[in-house]
């Protein structure tokens, strides 16, 4: 079973916004840190963003005060509001929930399904 549910990717222009959400189930969401990977076509995945100890923020220099992560307490949902989207955004964003996030991914952790983010050029 799927235990971790995104939505809200889709195609928007440059400079526009989107906000995904990650859906966990109430032990995991209560219990573990959460953060958004990326992969874009041909590179490697990256870390975008972390919401660690259920309030503290980390985010990838190219993203910083573009990108906001945060948590619905009351959907058991995490979010990513994105803006002033650009062409390199473009990739499948993935969720995640761990013990901790590092780069290569999750420590004990889940993943989301992905979802397609597509910024027109």
């Known amino acids: 079973q799927v235990q971790l549910v995104e939505s809200g990717g889709g195609l928007v222009q440059v400079g526009g916004s989107l906000r995904l959400s990650c859906v966990a189930p109430s032990n995991i969401f209560r219990t573990y840190s959460f953060g958004w990977y990326r992969q874009a076509p041909g590179k490697q995945r990256e870390l975008v963003a972390t919401l660690t100890g259920g309030r503290f923020t980390n985010y990838k220099d190219s993203v910083e005060g573009r990108f906001t992560i945060s948590r619905a307490n009351n959907k058991n949902s995490v979010d990513l509001q994105m803006t002033s989207l650009q062409p390199e955004d473009t990739a499948v964003y993935y969720c995640?929930?761990?013990?901790?996030?590092?780069?290569?991914?999750?420590?004990?952790?889940?993943w989301g399904q992905g979802t397609q983010v597509t910024v027109s050029s």
């Open positions: 995640a929930a761990g013990l901790h996030l590092v780069a290569a991914g999750p420590v004990r952790g889940f």
